[in-house]
């Protein structure tokens, strides 16, 4: 199950560095994954939190030693896997007390991209004339992505999981594989995107649009250029998730437009220390996993 893809994306020393304010970094052992252990607030214990979006690993066939070896310590650990994870369902359950479905996360495959929607269509026959470019982020990049970022998370009340700082996305934009899609009119750019590029797919990591990109639409264009420019160099895009449910609203509308494949990334919780975790669990609802951290990462 290793794939010659060691320290790329998620798994980079880089990209560890960007989520240090949430946690402190622990290695899962070999297999080139790793988690972040926190506080649990009201308490003198910790927990594990896997990494904002999902666990990466170079060797998933190491991952059930790795959680073995994680100590008592720490009350529980919960993550979601990458939806390009090799390993089954039935395989996640048999390493983790709690596993379910998180998202559907909407892939592109670049050999044979599917049709396109007829709403896209229209979007794209109609959208004014911009110039787009991709490439390697560069440190100028920090400040104007920073910027663009934060007014996203104004305008739709982004969570503390994802409220990222410069420093943070000065780390993110070194990740190895990196790859940033920008869109202009004249000189005012219009927005961004923000991918990785890892063992054959084209993660779309982050995105931010100007109020002038908002106005043009301006993320079909950037989508059908990324598609037709990363094609000959990834196998996929995975446009990221989208909440399982019958109508998922604009994310969804937008992701489903472009492609009908999905995989699925799985939500995946461990109990270490069943004594702490009851304790701590004791009379709460439990659809949330961990029970005792319901609501932390609510929009607001």
Not at 26 to 47: A, H, K, M, N, Y
Not at 213 to 238: H, N, P
Not at 278 to 285: F, Q
Request: aromatic share 10%.
């Amino acid at each position: 199950m290793r794939m010659d893809r060691t320290g790329q994306g998620y798994r980079s020393t880089s990209y560890r560095a960007a989520l240090s304010h949430l946690g402190q970094v622990e290695p899962l052992c070999d297999t080139g994954g790793f988690v972040l252990s926190r506080e649990i607030p009201g308490t003198q214990q910790r927990d594990f939190m896997g990494p904002y979006p999902v666990l990466s690993c170079d060797d998933w066939g190491g991952l059930a030693d790795a959680l073995a070896a994680l100590d008592g310590e720490h009350v529980s650990l919960t993550c979601v896997t990458d939806p390009f994870c090799p390993l089954s369902r039935a395989d996640l359950e048999a390493m983790f007390d709690k596993v379910v479905p998180l998202h559907e996360h909407y892939i592109i495959d670049l050999e044979m991209p599917g049709p396109i929607s007829k709403h896209h269509r229209k979007k794209l026959r109609k959208a004014s004339p911009v110039w787009i470019e991709h490439r390697a982020p560069r440190p100028t990049d920090l400040e104007v992505w920073t910027a663009l970022y934060q007014g996203l998370a104004d305008k739709h009340g982004i969570d503390a999981l994802r409220r990222f700082d410069a420093h943070s996305f000065a780390h993110q934009l070194a990740v190895p594989g990196a790859e940033i899609v920008l869109a202009w009119e004249g000189q005012t750019l219009l927005g961004a995107d923000l991918y990785y590029f890892d063992g054959g797919v084209a993660y779309a990591h982050l995105s931010a649009y100007a109020a002038r990109g908002y106005e043009l639409s301006v993320s079909y264009q950037m989508m059908a250029y990324a598609i037709e420019a990363f094609a000959g160099q990834m196998q996929f895009i995975d446009m990221g998730g989208a909440p399982m449910t019958a109508n998922a609203g604009g994310v969804g509308h937008f992701k489903r437009g472009w492609t009908d494949q999905t995989r699925t990334a799985h939500l995946c919780g461990k109990i270490l220390n069943a004594a702490a975790f009851d304790k701590l669990c004791h009379g709460l609802p439990t659809g949330y996993f961990p029970p005792y951290r319901a609501g932390e990462f609510d929009r607001k």
